[in-house]
């Protein structure tokens, strides 16, 4: 693996990398390309690719949830499955503390041995379906999860009143096209749309914020 892909990837985002950073993000790898054989975690399999598409990809919404999110917020990371961009971003932000919301048990554990291995202590596992979350939380994100307008009555449960929703989408026309039907089910919300560059990529990506998500029918 290119430990120089990595940390040349995080400078090109804005990310200041320091020996811990960068050692927790290549153990998080490391737990990856162990337990992917037997847990179907990613699709990629090999390395560099896992670190393109996957590390930096979470990572380069950065900028975006440094803007939106303040220190010592409480943030969920919904259907963290692998980790991303839960761990990932937990490892970018020691002030902030994370969710990882996963139903399934052999992924649940996984994502508790990736703290133990990387030494997260900002971060824990929440093993519960979507639906029996019971907490609030100052910011929820997810990544390669369900369609906004098919979860939102259970997310809006979980967000304090000022709460924002960052999800990642791919190409911009699908989030907007997504968000329309989320309009013609009655809710109304105060959206930003983010085109997002991850650094070797030459993919769109697109970080969605919504605010104020409320029923209005």
Do not use: W
């Amino acid at each position: 693996m290119d430990k120089e892909l990595l940390v040349s990837g995080l400078e090109r985002i804005g990310i200041e990398c320091d020996g811990v950073l960068v050692d927790r993000l290549i153990a998080f790898l490391k737990e990856i390309m162990l337990f992917n054989p037997a847990l179907k975690l990613v699709g990629d399999k090999d390395p560099d690719e896992i670190i393109i598409r996957h590390i930096l990809d979470s990572a380069a919404a950065y900028p975006v949830f440094r803007e939106e999110t303040e220190e010592k917020s409480i943030i969920a990371d919904l259907g963290s499955g692998a980790g991303f961009p839960g761990v990932v971003l937990s490892a970018l932000f020691p002030d902030r503390h994370f969710v990882l919301v996963e139903r399934m048990q052999r992924r649940s554990q996984f994502l508790k041995g990736v703290l133990l291995r990387t030494g997260l202590k900002n971060a824990e596992v929440e093993e519960r379906d979507l639906r029996m979350v019971r907490r609030e939380f100052d910011a929820v994100t997810c990544r390669a999860f369900h369609p906004i307008f098919s979860i939102v009555e259970n997310v809006v449960k979980i967000m304090s009143p000022s709460a924002p929703l960052l999800l990642y989408k791919g190409q911009r026309n699908n989030a907007s096209s997504e968000l329309s039907v989320l309009r013609g089910e009655g809710y109304g919300f105060d959206e930003r749309l983010v085109d997002i560059r991850v650094p070797y990529l030459d993919e769109s990506r697109t970080l969605v914020v919504l605010r104020n998500i409320r029923n209005e029918d």
